[in-house]
């Protein structure tokens, strides 16, 4: 059984700062890309950054220079270091990973971003 678990989101004013983790568990033996993606209420869910499993990173043009993902393999965790957030990036953050050449979603954190 793999487990992707989401810690890290939470109410934060625009303009500041949160850090998500996304802890993948169980029997991992080959992590590759693993993802964030979000969902506002009302809208599709959308991709938000992606790195592969030597480090190379890609981001959607919304969170370009503000979002920073990162991966600690030997911890099997994926983070995103989120700045100058606004009220749009409010949503349901969900991590995804390819894993054991199948592809896992975790359960989902929230983030509010309001004043």
């Known amino acids: 059984q793999v487990q992707l678990v989401e810690s890290g989101g939470g109410l934060v004013q625009p303009g500041g700062s949160l850090r998500l983790s996304c802890a993948a568990s169980?029997?991992?033996?080959?992590?590759?890309?693993m993802a964030w993606y979000r969902q506002a209420p009302g809208n599709q869910r959308e991709y938000v950054a992606r790195?592969?499993?030597?480090?190379?990173?890609n981001y959607a043009d919304s969170v370009k220079g503000r979002f920073t993902i990162s991966r600690d393999n030997a911890k099997n965790t994926v983070y995103l270091q989120m700045m100058s957030l606004k009220p749009e990036d409010t949503a349901v953050y969900y991590c995804?990973?390819?894993?054991?050449?199948?592809?896992?979603w975790g359960q989902g954190t929230q983030v509010t971003v309001s004043s």
């Open positions: 995804n990973a390819a894993i054991n050449w199948s592809l896992y």
């Open positions: 169980g029997s991992t033996f080959s992590i590759n890309a």
């Open positions: 790195i592969t499993s030597a480090g190379t990173t």
